[in-house]
């Protein structure tokens, strides 16, 4: 069943704005949740556009400040410190401010803050960059998990999850590697410092764009009619039984939280630090492993790098369409969810293991890698959809906490990946705690139930907090 399947019954799809009374007509639903798909898009693109722009500039800063790979790793380690501490804050403010202003706001502050990095004039100053770039960012995908609950229908909200997170994201880090260290350093000679103020410019014309464009729902849009609002809501109360989530105060939040459900964010939890200790090799070390262990040149350490990033772009599309067909297929939300994290995380860990076998070849080992991200991300929406579910009233706070959790996984790994390669002969020790990550993310997915609320419905005793 289609989103546009999805009817109230008994009364027309849709009217006209206004009352309705004799002679009212009805219309189509318009379609501007594609134009906020869109903007999600472009938004996750971006994100890691800017994001995966570090990796690519610290040979560059290795040289000119003579840092070594440990101190790399600290500054790595800087950014995911904010990013991490301030996932939860971020998604408390989305939830209460609404996304338009709050996304807004963010994505032209972590664009200025990206061009710190640029500005800074010593090590001190990256340190500084680094920090506010990490906060500034913390909020991006909290924010996009709320904006889909608000405009996508559920039957197709895990696939679009799945282009937005997975396609765009990676491809943005994968055009980060391709626009900046392969054209504008590697063909259009660029100094790392001009290059970064690109996407600077690009990152704040992008904010003003989508404070332009987007409203907190359909309801809200000037452009959007009743139809379009009314068939977002119809899709999600005919699959709940009930009416779309309510807004939640922190006490509630707190008071309806019951200990089987945190043991099951808890699952979900360890899952997305192991996933994201692992993929962290790719934001922080994959562009500096190429040049220096294999001497390639930024052309070529800009196209190699970028493989498993466009691998990790296809594999979440496809894992967010494949998600949806077996909850389709199968009637069941909550094993459909944990088979497809589960295989595509303990697949990626193999592939890692089967990768080592050609570490002397750089170009065939980077296709390997191309197929550990693709199976790896496809995983991603799955963790989109499990969070949207289980955080009910608070997608976005659910979320947040998540991302926090995560992002202690991308605190230490940088810093140990660091260290590990500067005391080893080379770096396939790194790798193999990569594939050991991986593997402990795919086990923890056969303990996340999705269909356990982090909030049980509320109660009059919850409401007062009383037993």
């Given at each position: 069943?289609?989103a546009?399947?999805?009817?109230?019954?008994?009364?027309?799809?849709a009217?006209?704005?206004?009352d309705a009374g004799p002679?009212?007509?009805?219309?189509?639903p318009?379609?501007?949740?594609?134009m906020?798909?869109?903007?999600?898009c472009?938004?996750?693109?971006?994100?890691y556009?800017?994001r995966y722009s570090?990796a690519?500039?610290?040979?560059q800063l290795?040289?000119?400040?003579?840092?070594?790979e440990t101190?790399?790793?600290?500054?790595?380690a800087?950014?995911?410190?904010?990013?991490?501490?301030?996932?939860v804050?971020?998604?408390?403010?989305?939830d209460v401010?609404g996304?338009?202003l709050?996304?807004?706001?963010?994505?032209?502050?972590?664009s200025l803050?990206?061009?710190?990095?640029?500005?800074a004039g010593g090590?001190?100053?990256?340190?500084?960059a680094?920090?506010?770039?990490?906060?500034?960012q913390?909020g991006?995908y909290?924010?996009?998990s709320?904006?889909?609950?608000?405009?996508?229908?559920?039957?197709?909200?895990?696939?679009?999850?799945?282009?937005?997170?997975?396609f765009?994201?990676?491809m943005?880090?994968?055009s980060?590697?391709?626009?900046?260290a392969?054209v504008?350093?590697?063909?259009?000679?660029f100094d790392?410092?001009t290059a970064?103020?690109v996407?600077?410019?690009?990152?704040?014309?992008?904010?003003?764009?989508?404070l332009?464009?987007?409203?907190?729902s359909?309801r809200q849009?000037?452009?959007a009619?009743?139809?379009e609002?009314r068939?977002?809501?119809?899709?999600?109360?005919?699959?709940?039984?009930g009416?779309?989530?309510?807004?939640?105060?922190?006490r509630?939040l707190?008071?309806?939280?019951?200990?089987?459900?945190?043991?099951?964010?808890?699952?979900?939890l360890?899952?997305?630090?192991?996933?994201?200790?692992?993929d962290?090799i790719?934001?922080?070390?994959?562009?500096f492993?190429?040049?220096?262990e294999?001497?390639?040149?930024?052309?070529?350490?800009g196209?190699?790098?970028?493989?498993?990033l466009?691998?990790g772009?296809?594999?979440?599309t496809c894992?967010?369409?494949?998600?949806?067909?077996?909850?389709r297929?199968?009637?069941n939300?909550?094993?459909?969810?944990?088979?497809v994290?589960?295989?595509?995380?303990?697949?990626?860990?193999?592939?890692v293991?089967?990768?080592?076998?050609i570490?002397?070849q750089?170009?065939a080992?980077?296709?390997?890698l191309?197929?550990v991200?693709?199976?790896?991300?496809?995983?991603?929406?799955?963790v989109?959809?499990t969070?949207t579910?289980?955080?009910?009233a608070a997608?976005?706070?659910?979320f947040?906490?998540?991302?926090?959790?995560?992002?202690?996984g991308?605190?230490v790994?940088?810093?140990?990946?660091?260290a590990?390669a500067?005391?080893?002969?080379?770096w396939k020790p790194?790798?193999?705690?990569?594939a050991?990550a991986?593997?402990?993310?795919?086990?923890?997915?056969l303990?996340v139930?999705?269909?356990i609320?982090l909030?049980q419905?509320?109660?009059?005793e919850?409401e007062?907090?009383e037993?």
């Amino acid at each position: 069943m289609t989103a546009e399947q999805v009817e109230p019954q008994g009364e027309p799809a849709a009217k006209v704005r206004g009352d309705a009374g004799p002679g009212a007509v009805t219309e189509r639903p318009t379609g501007i949740r594609w134009m906020v798909f869109g903007l999600s898009c472009g938004t996750s693109w971006f994100l890691y556009l800017h994001r995966y722009s570090f990796a690519l500039i610290k040979p560059q800063l290795k040289d000119e400040f003579g840092l070594t790979e440990t101190q790399l790793g600290g500054l790595d380690a800087a950014f995911s410190t904010a990013y991490s501490l301030a996932q939860v804050p971020t998604g408390v403010l989305c939830d209460v401010m609404g996304a338009h202003l709050f996304l807004g706001i963010i994505i032209i502050a972590w664009s200025l803050a990206l061009g710190l990095h640029a500005w800074a004039g010593g090590p001190r100053g990256i340190t500084t960059a680094r920090v506010l770039f990490g906060l500034t960012q913390a909020g991006c995908y909290p924010t996009l998990s709320k904006v889909s609950q608000m405009w996508f229908p559920r039957p197709v909200r895990t696939s679009l999850q799945g282009w937005i997170a997975s396609f765009f994201g990676r491809m943005g880090g994968a055009s980060s590697n391709l626009l900046l260290a392969s054209v504008l350093i590697g063909i259009l000679a660029f100094d790392w410092r001009t290059a970064i103020n690109v996407f600077v410019v690009a990152g704040v014309l992008w904010g003003i764009v989508f404070l332009v464009l987007y409203r907190n729902s359909a309801r809200q849009h000037y452009l959007a009619n009743e139809a379009e609002a009314r068939l977002i809501e119809q899709a999600d109360i005919a699959l709940t039984g009930g009416v779309a989530p309510a807004h939640v105060t922190f006490r509630q939040l707190i008071a309806r939280t019951t200990p089987r459900s945190l043991l099951n964010l808890l699952a979900l939890l360890v899952q997305q630090f192991t996933s994201t200790f692992a993929d962290a090799i790719y934001v922080a070390w994959i562009p500096f492993f190429l040049k220096e262990e294999h001497g390639l040149t930024y052309g070529e350490m800009g196209f190699y790098s970028a493989l498993p990033l466009v691998g990790g772009a296809i594999g979440g599309t496809c894992g967010g369409m494949l998600n949806d067909l077996l909850i389709r297929f199968t009637g069941n939300r909550r094993w459909s969810r944990s088979a497809v994290g589960f295989v595509g995380k303990a697949a990626a860990a193999g592939l890692v293991m089967a990768a080592l076998a050609i570490y002397d070849q750089p170009f065939a080992f980077c296709w390997i890698l191309f197929f550990v991200k693709f199976f790896s991300d496809w995983s991603q929406p799955t963790v989109w959809g499990t969070v949207t579910d289980i955080g009910g009233a608070a997608p976005a706070t659910a979320f947040g906490l998540n991302n926090m959790v995560g992002g202690a996984g991308g605190l230490v790994s940088p810093v140990v990946f660091g260290a590990v390669a500067q005391h080893s002969v080379d770096w396939k020790p790194v790798f193999l705690l990569v594939a050991g990550a991986y593997l402990i993310s795919s086990l923890s997915w056969l303990l996340v139930d999705c269909t356990i609320p982090l909030n049980q419905p509320l109660t009059p005793e919850s409401e007062t907090g009383e037993d």
